[in-house]
């Protein structure tokens, strides 16, 4: 058919249609159709999506303990002091998580007020860590030790000072928590899940603060 | 229409392996005046190879795109999986691009060997925005250098009192080679990234603040040839600009003996 | 079946209705997508004009400007641009390209409009997040878009900022404020692409509809996989580098600068008369920024890749060769992505162990690069191909490909590097292949899923001029940048003119920015086309290319919810074209399994 150079309305071919006479027999037209579910059904998507979240954080404190090793060999190196208090910290933080998981314990029974009592002390050794975190800083700083002192302190306050900045976020998501509870927001499976969820990040931000210190500390 | 489309395609993309060829075959890279010919001989032979493959899948780019155009009663092929045809051309491009790979690794080792025993030493270090060339003069010594002292009459902080400082040559944005002599320059900078570039003697090494980095090579050919600098250092950055000059061995000698005393 | 249908009215009820709910600060991945895309396409606008202004600059840098300096004071002074402007112009031209244009694009752009019809859900596993994401992309866009007008102008270390250069904040004045507002838009970008990077990847997981197996998934949505995984684990290398740099700036560490800075020929020094700075490294910098810097060079251009395997097999009519290899071609490249980056640092100092292996892993990543390739043209031959406007645009990425793919093994090879490195060589070689198969795969994706996005088709005559158009010009733009750089010019230079060696190239320049002008002007048509079509073009059916993929299945656009009724189910993988055995000359992915008269 003729026609002008940019034809725009010349509809694509029509579909082919089958041959006539061709021998006969059955062809399925498909690769075969296991069904596979499509979408990994089983697994919870928020779950997926937090554990992603996770190595991200991790890629960012692998990135960060690159460049403490590469750091490290510097000839301005100086040993920092532990403050004592750091390790109440670390202590609050851990027994935080902990008290999570009683409360979870609690609630598999469905023991709601009990629930209640364990987020609430878990709540408050939160508090607790990050208040320790910010007169760590001060201590150190009333001892000379400043941000920008020598890159072994650099280090110290750069490091907890993300990772508080990650347990602020998990502090939000932890006061979001006992509001939906107090609310009756959530269906029981669905607090079920909120916990396990919330738990696992808990939990993370325990082991990554145990990792910043032994980082820091241990090399 | 689609027809047209198609030869177009076709056409362009053939102009453009046209233009691109007979342009490659001119020689753009200045004129090679050191002994890193290898690094020229890579460059041609990875010339031909990928030359050689993007004149044939632009070929087949454009014959296909002309060829199998739509058509009343065309149909395509329902053709998709051949997995001989896959690994041929998968082992076949490893194949080529291990050679490529093994002879560029060999080239870098040579590149990045150790210098001669009897290489001059030169030092080079970049600042904004200009280069500061030193000799260490008859004793072979580069004096020391302390930054604290650094100053607008005395921009590398040259330590005058230091005895293999007495000695020292320094110039401004000149820099002298020995003709057929191996010369090590140790490039460094004072304050950000510079990067040491003789486009002639193919020749780039990045001046890295607290840090002094070694590269050897040999000029082979006398004249005047420019230095510039290859990373971006600020807003003089385009204005950094040597001369270098290749000169006999001997006059090279003669003339810092001299400027030491 | 029940279930989904309770979804789907349950969907419907849940519609927002307010215009603010359903188009400012909407969940709804389809909005979403068509903002990120309109405001990439505005900060490409932007990063277009920047380009523009070097490249005269390059070209006639001796002529009186002063027609200029009536419109950009600050940047020229009697007729003669500043080198701190120049300085600035590549700075900001490459960032906003890089990060907000072309990785916002076809990621942000098209993984949110077609990752939940393709992958068949009623939208992204996390929808606030979504929201969310694109309005901390708005703030990044707003806050480097201001960082022009703060003190000293807007940053000006490279797009690459290096320090001391960036970290030092007299070394160029683009370092004093600039580069602050610069870190700060980064960590805006990073955090939104953070986010969708989960949706994404949590939603080709978790949701794809009954039957849709990840081998039966349709290229497009293996590379927006890839992308989000490679974003994931890359980025963070960038954060932490950017929040180092920013106590660099602004507190007196020395993550980055090491002992014995002298500025302007006066030592750096602290309160106590000795160096401010010990001990930090500049290549610590290097490692972590093109630790990101790699894999994000892929996450531009993996989406065009998808893109145009989706298209090629939609307009050609003709099952996608090979796609198993295809696949694990676009996994091979992802995986290596990650330990190829210090083929950006050949010659900075590193030592020359690490050049080897880096050296390795580049010159292997042209293996799945040139099966891809070899797989198209399979795709291509014996193919009926129909020239519409997201065909050209699908052939001009592989050539592209081809031509920037190609110049990878001339700089990856350790030691031509040493020639090549910082010369135009390398900005050749990257805007063929990064740029240009980005731009052409956002092209050809918009011809192809406007239909999609507004329900109407784009226009077919101003299509194919814009294509030609832009063909043509972007390689002449940066096809002789090659021979340029063979010939030394260096990058980042604001008067190339000053070096003996360089002026014969000036004629070459010149060519160079008139191409680029014409390139640039040509970009009118589109944007006529674009905006003209979304109100006046031609209403789009339910799936005017006779395409497989389930986003083909809806109306033009899908409903709130995406599909009125049930979501379709999947038997097949989405290049069934021209079986002979087939009814149709395609067979689309819902369709139920087929038996027929066998017949080849």
Redesign the interface.
């Known amino acids: 058919m003729a026609?002008?150079?940019?034809?725009a309305r010349?509809p694509l071919?029509p579909p082919?249609a089958a041959r006539a006479g061709a021998p006969v027999g059955p062809v399925v037209l498909d690769d075969d159709d296991r069904d596979d579910g499509g979408g990994g059904r089983a697994f919870d998507p928020a779950r997926f999506g937090l554990w992603a979240f996770l190595g991200t954080v991790t890629m960012l404190f692998i990135g960060f303990t690159s460049a403490y090793i590469v750091r490290r060999t510097a000839v301005d190196w100086r040993a920092l002091p532990v403050p004592h208090l750091l390790w109440w910290n670390t202590g609050a933080l851990v027994l935080s998580g902990l008290a999570v998981e009683a409360g979870r314990a609690r609630w598999r029974g469905r023991d709601r007020a009990s629930l209640v009592r364990w987020l609430g002390a878990a709540a408050l050794l939160a508090l607790g860590f990050a208040a320790g975190q910010f007169q760590a800083w001060r201590l150190l700083a009333a001892a000379g030790y400043f941000l920008a002192s020598n890159p072994h302190s650099s280090f110290f306050y750069l490091l907890s000072g993300v990772h508080l900045v990650h347990v602020g976020g998990g502090l939000v998501w932890f006061g979001l928590v006992c509001l939906r509870l107090r609310r009756g927001r959530r269906t029981e499976a669905g607090m079920d899940r909120e916990l396990s969820l919330f738990a696992t990040y808990w939990h993370f931000l325990a082991v990554l603060w145990v990792y910043v210190a032994v980082l820091i500390f241990g090399f | 229409?689609?027809k047209?489309?198609?030869l177009?395609?076709g056409l362009?993309?053939l102009v453009?392996v046209v233009?691109?060829t007979v342009?490659?075959t001119?020689d753009?890279?200045?004129p090679l005046m050191s002994d890193?010919v290898?690094?020229d001989h890579?460059?041609s032979i990875?010339l031909v190879v990928?030359g050689i493959?993007?004149i044939l899948?632009?070929l087949?780019?454009a014959w296909?795109?002309y060829r199998?155009?739509?058509?009343?009663g065309?149909?395509?092929?329902?053709?998709?999986?051949?997995p001989r045809?896959?690994w041929t051309?998968?082992l076949v491009?490893?194949g080529v691009?291990a050679v490529?790979?093994f002879?560029?690794?060999g080239?870098?080792?040579s590149?990045?060997a150790r210098p001669p025993a009897d290489a001059m030493l030169i030092e080079v270090t970049g600042?904004?925005f200009a280069w500061n060339v030193r000799y260490p003069g008859p004793d072979g010594v580069l004096g020391r250098t302390d930054?604290?002292i650094?100053?607008?009459e005395n921009?590398i902080?040259l330590v005058k009192d230091d005895p293999a400082a007495k000695d020292d040559l320094l110039l401004l944005n000149q820099l002298y080679l020995p003709l057929d002599k191996p010369v090590r320059v140790q490039v460094r900078s004072?304050?950000?990234?510079h990067?040491f570039?003789l486009?002639?003697f193919?020749?780039?090494?990045?001046a890295?603040?607290?840090?002094t980095?070694e590269i050897w090579f040999t000029a082979k050919q006398t004249g005047d040839?420019?230095i510039?600098?290859?990373?971006?250092?600020?807003?003089?950055?385009?204005?950094m600009?040597g001369q270098v000059h290749v000169v006999p061995a001997a006059e090279l000698d003669k003339a810092v003996t001299e400027a030491a005393q | 079946m029940a279930h989904s249908e309770a979804h789907a009215a349950e969907a419907h009820a849940h519609a927002p209705q307010a215009f603010i709910w359903r188009y400012v600060f909407s969940k709804d991945h389809k909005v979403i997508g068509i903002q990120y895309y309109v405001t990439a396409m505005m900060m490409a606008l932007i990063a277009g004009l920047l380009a523009m202004l070097i490249r005269v600059q390059l070209a006639w840098p001796e002529k009186d400007w002063s027609s200029l300096q009536k419109i950009i004071p600050a940047g020229y002074t009697s007729g003669v641009m500043?080198?701190?402007f120049y300085?600035m112009l590549f700075t900001m031209h490459g960032t906003i390209m890089v990060f907000f244009v072309l990785s916002t694009a076809p990621v942000s752009g098209f993984g949110n409009i077609l990752i939940p019809l393709q992958v068949g859900a009623r939208d992204m596993a996390f929808p606030f997040l979504n929201g969310l994401s694109f309005w901390t992309f708005f703030c990044g866009c707003v806050t480097i878009l201001y960082s022009f007008f703060v003190g000293a102008g807007a940053a000006?270390?490279?797009w690459t900022s290096?320090p001391?250069?960036s970290a030092?904040r007299g070394?160029?004045?683009g370092s004093d404020t600039g580069q602050t507002f610069w870190i700060v838009a980064m960590v805006f970008f990073i955090a939104s692409f953070t986010m969708g990077g989960l949706n994404f990847v949590t939603t080709i997981v978790n949701l794809r509809t009954k039957g849709l197996s990840m081998m039966r998934l349709p290229l497009t949505l293996w590379a927006m996989f890839l992308v989000a995984i490679l974003g994931l684990l890359a980025f963070p290398a960038l954060t932490g580098a950017s929040l180092m740099l920013l106590l660099d700036r602004h507190f007196g560490t020395s993550f980055f600068l090491?002992?014995?800075?002298?500025?302007?020929?006066?030592?750096i020094?602290g309160p106590d008369g000795?160096?401010l700075h010990k001990?930090?490294?500049?290549?610590l910098w290097q490692h972590l920024f093109w630790f990101l810097g790699h894999p994000e060079v892929y996450i531009l251009m993996l989406p065009a890749l998808g893109f145009t395997s989706d298209i090629l097999t939609t307009f050609?009519?003709?099952?996608?060769?090979?796609?198993?290899?295809m696949v694990g071609a676009m996994v091979a490249i992802a995986g290596l992505s990650f330990i190829v980056w210090g083929h950006h640092m050949f010659?900075?100092?590193m030592s020359?162990y690490l050049?080897?292996a880096f050296?390795?892993g580049t010159?292997?990543i042209?293996?799945p690069s040139?099966?891809k390739?070899?797989?198209w043209?399979?795709?291509?031959?014996?193919?009926?191909?129909?020239?519409k406007t997201p065909m050209?645009w699908a052939?001009g990425v592989?050539?592209l490909f081809?031509?920037g793919g190609?110049?990878g093994?001339?700089l990856?090879?350790?030691?031509?590097d040493?020639?090549f490195?910082?010369?135009f060589f390398v900005v050749a070689h990257f805007h063929l292949i990064m740029a240009g198969a980005a731009l052409f795969g956002v092209f050809g994706a918009t011809a192809m899923w406007f239909p999609k996005m507004f329900g109407r088709t784009m226009n077919e005559t101003l299509g194919?001029t814009h294509f030609?158009l832009t063909?043509?010009t972007y390689?002449g733009t940066f096809?002789?940048m090659?021979?340029?750089g063979?010939?030394?010019h260096?990058?980042?230079?604001?008067?190339?003119y000053?070096?003996?060696?360089l002026k014969p190239l000036q004629p070459i320049n010149e060519f160079i920015t008139v191409s680029a002008l014409i390139l640039g002007l040509s970009q009118i048509v589109f944007f006529v086309n674009f905006f003209w079509s979304a109100f006046k073009g031609q209403k789009a059916s339910e799936n005017p290319w006779n395409a497989n993929g389930l986003e083909w299945t809806t109306s033009s656009p899908p409903p709130h919810g995406n599909w009125p009724g049930a979501i379709p189910e999947v038997h097949r993988w989405p290049?069934e074209?021209?079986?002979?055995s087939a009814p149709t000359?395609h067979v689309m992915q819902h369709e139920p399994p087929m038996t027929v008269e066998a017949g080849?």
């Open positions: 026609t002008d150079l940019f034809d010349a071919a082919v | 229409m689609g047209l489309q198609g177009l395609f362009a993309t453009l233009t691109a342009l490659f001119k753009w890279l200045p890193r290898g690094i890579a460059i990875t990928t493959v993007f899948t632009n087949l780019l296909f795109g199998y155009q739509d058509q009343p065309a149909r395509a092929a329902y053709w998709h999986d051949n045809l896959e051309w998968t491009t490893a691009l490529f790979l002879n560029a690794l080239l870098w080792a590149v990045n600042q904004q930054h604290l650094a100053s607008q921009p902080g004072m304050d950000v990234i990067s570039f486009p002639n193919r020749v780039k090494q990045d890295m603040p607290g840090m980095i040839f420019e510039a600098c290859a990373e971006h250092c600020g807003l003089g950055h385009y204005r600009r | 500043n080198p701190e300085a000006a270390a490279g290096y001391p250069l030092l070394a160029v004045p090491p002992t014995g800075l002298v500025l302007n020929n006066a030592p020094l000795q160096f001990g930090g490294s500049p290549l050609c009519r003709k099952a996608l060769f090979g796609y198993k290899a010659v900075s100092g020359p050049g080897m050296a390795v010159i292997l042209a293996v040139a099966v390739v070899f797989n043209l399979a795709t291509l031959w014996n193919s009926r191909i129909q020239y050209l052939m592989v050539s081809i031509s190609l110049s093994i001339w990856g090879q350790s030691a031509p040493i020639q490195h910082d010369t194919k030609w063909f043509v390689y096809f002789p090659h021979y340029i063979l010939a030394g260096m990058r980042r230079i604001y008067d190339p000053q070096y003996a060696f290049y074209y021209s079986n002979p000359d080849h």
